[in-house]
């Protein structure tokens, strides 16, 4: 029952949303300060002086852990609706479930061989 009527309310939301964003923006511009000086333009954090350059070389690794943990995260999250719905899920969720589980199993083990769970390399 999907007519072009029934989209008029999403439509006037979007516009209000979209309206408000170039109101506020265009507001900021106009009645907030201009000034640009050199202190103005310098980083504040916190209060504390900036020192040194902000740029340093990070090792790999610890880029491959963060990525490794958020597919965890990932995995625990797609089994919630597993473990609260299982018993409606019968054995296609059942399989469901394994096959992804497999899945993340293949994926881990080839990161084990290829070693990037040793950091002392």
Do not use: H
């Not at 109101?23 to 009645?31: E, G, I, R």
Request: proline share 4%.
């Amino acid at each position: 029952m999907n007519t072009p009527d029934s989209y008029i309310p999403i439509l006037i939301q979007l516009g209000f949303s979209i309206g408000f964003v170039v109101l506020a923006l265009t507001l900021s511009q106009f009645l907030g300060p201009s000034k640009k000086t050199k202190k103005r333009n310098e980083v504040f954090e916190c209060g504390i002086e900036s020192q040194g350059d902000a740029r340093f070389p990070v090792s790999v690794k610890y880029f491959l852990s963060a990525i490794l943990f958020v597919l965890l995260d990932v995995e625990v999250i797609f089994f919630y609706p597993y473990a609260v719905n299982f018993k409606e899920m019968g054995w296609g969720g059942f399989l469901a479930v394994v096959s992804f589980i497999s899945f993340f199993l293949v994926g881990f083990i080839y990161v084990w061989k290829k070693g990037a769970l040793e950091w002392e390399k």
